[in-house]
């Protein structure tokens, strides 16, 4: 395997990572105001999303550092689908 080739799939799994965190943000953020009464799993999400937005960073760093853009339709795919998912359970 070329080195040009071990880059594409390593960029390739950043970007999908990158992706799937987009993904579970537009799921968990909505999630916060549906359990304010209570407080001790609201306290884990509020965790979680705080996690997993600095593994979006650390994401973001290491695509920029190989000049790449973290952003893609995959994000954006992923996220309207996670936002529907939210919608449609809400709406029940």
Do not use: F
């Amino acid at each position: 395997m070329s080195e040009i080739e071990t880059r594409e799939i390593i960029i390739t799994g950043l970007k999908n990572a990158h992706a799937m965190e987009s993904q579970a943000l537009s799921i968990m953020k909505p999630q916060l105001s549906r359990i304010e009464n209570y407080p001790e799993i609201a306290a884990k999400l509020d965790q979680n999303i705080r996690k997993t937005e600095g593994q979006i960073v650390r994401i973001e760093e290491v695509l920029d550092s190989l000049n790449e853009d973290h952003w893609s339709l995959k994000d954006m795919a992923l996220s309207l689908t996670g936002s529907m998912g939210i919608l449609c359970s809400t709406t029940r």
